[in-house]
Each structure stands twice: as C-alpha cells, then as structure tokens.
C-alpha cells in the first residue's frame, strides 16, 4: 500500500528548523516532500532538505511581493494528498493561488502552519484572512494566543492544533550544557543574537550601553552576534563611545554560538522577538525585550517578566539600562534560580523539536484515518 503523499510549502528552508523537516522526510508513515524559496530576507537555507525555486518578487504599495517560479507546476506534477503551507502570508501570492486551487476547486486536504495573528492588512484584510482559515482543512499553530485569534475568526476547534516551535537540538543550551556551572567571575556580559535589522532596534541597545557606562559606572561587556546592517551599528558603538565594550562577531551559527551564550548573563533584544526568547532562554538567560508585545512572534508567551526575564519601555534606552541593571543585582543574588526558571518555562510549555513534530503526525494521521 503506497504511503499517502505530504507536500510542504515553506518560504525558505530554514536553518533553525533543520530537524524538524528531516524527522517529517524520515517518518515511515507519509511521503513527505518540502519545497521553498532558495532566498528569502537573508534567512540561512538547509537546501538538502527540500526542493528550491528562485523567487520573483515584486515591490507595490511600498511592500514585497514573492512568487515561488516553477511551484505550482511541480505541485500538480506531485499530486500529494495534503498540502501544508506555511502562514497566510498576502505577500507570497503563490501560496495562495496553490490553496484556492488545490482547496478550494480541487477540495483537497490543506493545511496552514502558522502564528494565526490577525496581520496589518486593516479590517479588509482581517476578513479575507478569516475565510481563508476557516476554509482550509486545518491549522497547525505556534501558541495559544494563535489559537484564540482562530477561535474569535470562527475557526472549528477541532480544526486547530497548537504545535508549539522549536530549534534544532544542538541550538538548546540545557540539552548540551551544563548551564548551572558556576560561571567564571568577571565583566558582567549583556550579549544580542540575531540579524542586524532596522526592526531588531540594535542602536536602542548602543544608547542603553552608553547610559549604563555613564551613568550606572559598572564593569560589563556586550556581545553582538548577527549580520546585516553591521557597519552602522559599529559606527554608532564608535560615537557612543562603547565600541571597546563590545564584541562584534559576524554571523555564527549552531554550536559555535554556544561559548558566548554560556559566558552570558543575560540576553537583550530592543526589537520584537521570536525564536532568540527560546534559544536565549534554553542557556538559562533572562531576557530582556520591548514592551511593545504587538511587533513579538508567539514565542513571547515564555517570557514571565521578573521570573525568566523583563520587558522595558518600548524605544526607550534609559529604561532599557535600568531593566539591564536590576537584572545583575538580580543575578548576582541568586543566579540559578532564575536560570532555572529559564528551562522550566521551555518544558512547561513542551517547545522542543520531536515534540512538535509528533503533535503535527499524530494529527494527520487521524485525519488521513477518517
């Protein structure tokens, strides 16, 4: 008996989900299938994974459209049986053509993986976004935040799964270390991972490092992990006056990360956060990030502020210097209770990779028994 046929639709194969993909294409119950762009916003790509197209993208109203080249016809070459995508996302047009064609005439099983939030598209957008999920077969979820906006959009309950997200084992600081250690005395460390954006906020942290130089008058040191916008920030570090304070690396991946994030404290993200809350937090490091919890990924939900980490005023360097400082009084305390909060809030909330891969399964084997 041939094995019913998956296809996976994601934006890019991304790195940080290397082991969830290559336990979907392993599994001895489907055949399963991922495709994705060969680029996408400069996210690293595991190609062996799947199957890439080049993108055409198009700017519009002062926004990016993408079309996967060649995708739709290698999905009807491929005739699956289920089609996951990820997110309803206006912006990638083939994914939504795929969905009205394979859902909506085709009336095959179709699946959307995604945050669930209600996007930026204004009530219009709302709406349509509403009737595509309550017309898909389903929808995989990152948290129960999502999965109440699918509720309140009149999605059927039985229809949504909360899978939680992950990282690849080798990125969870407790699964490969000892982060209980006592840590080796020294500079208290403030250190930052992810690519240099705009909307990542690095320069509210260059002004935070400013202020606590200035005017909290401690020993610390920063490490800056990430590409991107580099240059800039190294520039305003200079005029700052905190350029010695700090480490820029480049961009680093996997275990090489590991060294920096165990000689951490504690971890700063001035822009919205999604999946760095759970690979800094996985190190037993408090984060600290902006208030501001409509630019945050589903991942916010680990952070408890003053049990795992704070939040500060958005776009406000003072507050953030404060926040920085009453965490080293904090930690200097009573360290590994609050690294042990980190960890505890991972395994409450079950965000590891077999354990999202085995909810999305299970599901669809159920579905496919129907």
């Known amino acids: 008996m041939s094995k019913p046929k998956i296809l996976l639709v994601e934006h890019v194969l991304a790195h ?9 294409l392993s599994n001895d119950y489907f055949d399963f299938e991922i495709i994705a762009g060969k680029n996408y916003q400069g996210i690293k790509s595991e190609e062996s994974c799947g199957t890439t197209f080049n993108y055409l993208s198009v700017k519009k109203f002062e926004h990016d459209f993408y079309f996967l080249k060649g995708a739709f016809r290698y999905v009807f070459s491929r005739n699956p049986d289920i089609i996951i995508s990820t997110g309803v996302d206006f912006h990638m047009i083939h994914s939504l053509i795929i969905f009205f064609v394979f859902r909506i005439f085709l009336r095959k099983k179709f699946y959307w993986w995604s945050h669930a939030g209600y996007g930026n598209q204004g009530r219009l957008g709302c709406i349509i976004r509403s009737l595509i999920y309550r ?8 948290s129960n935040a999502g ?11 039985q229809n949504i799964v909360v899978v939680n997200n992950s990282l690849n084992r080798e990125d969870y600081g407790f699964i490969n270390n000892d982060i209980l250690l006592p840590r080796e005395t020294g500079s208290f460390s403030i250190i930052f991972s992810g690519r240099i954006t705009k909307a990542k906020k690095v320069d509210i942290l260059i002004e935070a490092l400013k202020i606590l130089q200035n005017q909290f008058q401690f020993d610390f040191k920063c490490v800056i992990i990430g590409g991107g916008d580099l240059l800039q920030i190294i520039k305003l570090s200079k005029e700052a006056g905190v350029h010695e304070k700090i480490l820029f690396t480049g961009e680093i991946y996997g275990r090489e990360l590991h060294n ?26 408090p984060v600290i990030t902006t208030d501001n919890i409509y630019d945050h990924g589903p991942e916010l939900e680990l952070l408890i502020p003053g049990y795992n980490g704070d939040m500060f005023h958005n776009d406000s360097p003072e507050d953030l210097a404060m926040k920085i400082n009453e965490w080293r009084t904090k930690l200097q305390v009573n360290r590994n209770e609050y690294r042990s909060n980190c960890i505890r809030r991972i395994k ?6 077999d354990l999202m891969v085995n909810r999305i399964m299970d599901f669809l084997k159920s579905r496919i028994a129907k």
């Open 260 to 285: 920096y994030f165990l000689d951490a404290d504690v971890f700063v993200y001035p822009g919205g956060i999604g999946l760095s809350c759970l690979h800094a937090l996985s190190f037993g490091l």
């Open 16 to 24: 940080y989900r290397k082991d969830v993909f290559k336990a979907f």
């Open 348 to 353: 409450e909330l079950e965000y590891l990779p």
């Open 147 to 157: 999965r109440e906006n699918l509720v309140a959009m009149k999605v059927r309950e």
């Open 135 to 142: 017309s898909s077969s389903g929808v995989f979820v990152y």
